[in-house]
């Protein structure tokens, strides 16, 4: 497990090592000021920002189960196949948001009682969750590319739950990393109840 996660961990560090820590953060106050300009008040953009987690953890756990079959049976993605498979299954992700939304929500936040600490760690989390959304993503592109065959022909060697573990858990880091210290702008703060 060792060797994968330093085999995984190398290609996140590879992956990301473009990405502007600043381009994030901008990239992120915009989403969340475009989402706060649908919102009336700060419970209802509490609850976009809920249902946007939720359909962004759902999908990305789509792309899980993906790469574990692809594991499995030792092929590489087709990126089409790819998409189509996780367009499909976020079809299913909308029809399910009714009852997806009571379970996340009761995680997150308590829709009754919100303060601004809440709210701004349902941002964050909605923020994480996108960029390891992207991250997954981007990891599942470069295990398509022809031209990285070598670089993840090991993940074969491992279980798919092995490789499914070290994944999530590298594309959490590197979210986090990509986040860290981003404090969302004040004027962001939507209205009070």
């Known amino acids: 497990m060792k060797t994968?996660?330093?085999?995984?961990?190398?290609?996140?560090?590879?992956?990301?090592?473009?990405?502007?820590?600043?381009?994030i953060r901008k990239e992120a106050e915009t989403i969340l000021s475009e989402k706060l300009k649908k919102c009336k008040n700060q419970r209802e953009y509490v609850e976009l920002l809920v249902s946007n987690i939720a359909f962004n953890a759902e999908s990305t756990k789509v792309v899980y189960a993906l790469l574990r079959s692809l594991i499995e049976k030792k092929?590489?993605?087709?990126?089409?196949?790819?998409?189509?498979?996780?367009?499909?299954?976020?079809?299913?992700?909308?029809?399910?948001?009714?009852?997806?939304?009571?379970?996340?929500?009761?995680?997150?936040?308590d829709l009754d009682n919100l303060d601004d600490?809440?709210?701004?760690?349902?941002?964050?989390?909605?923020?994480?969750?996108?960029?390891?959304?992207d991250l997954t993503i981007i990891f599942m592109e470069a295990f398509a590319e022809e031209k990285n065959r070598e670089t993840f022909a090991p993940l074969f060697t491992?279980?798919?739950?092995?490789?499914?573990?070290?994944?999530?858990?590298?594309s959490s880091v590197y979210a986090m990393m990509l986040l860290d210290r981003v404090q969302f702008k004040e004027e962001s703060e939507p209205v009070k109840q």
């Open 158 to 170: 491992h279980s798919p739950e092995e490789v499914d573990r070290s994944v999530k858990k590298y």
């Open 75 to 109: 092929q590489y993605p087709y990126m089409p196949g790819i998409f189509k498979a996780a367009n499909e299954a976020q079809d299913h992700i909308e029809e399910a948001m009714p009852q997806l939304h009571p379970l996340y929500s009761s995680k997150l936040a």
């Open 117 to 133: 600490t809440a709210v701004k760690k349902v941002e964050t989390v909605f923020a994480t969750s996108k960029i390891e959304q």
């Open 4 to 23: 994968l996660n330093l085999r995984v961990g190398s290609i996140f560090q590879s992956l990301t090592s473009t990405i502007n820590k600043e381009d």
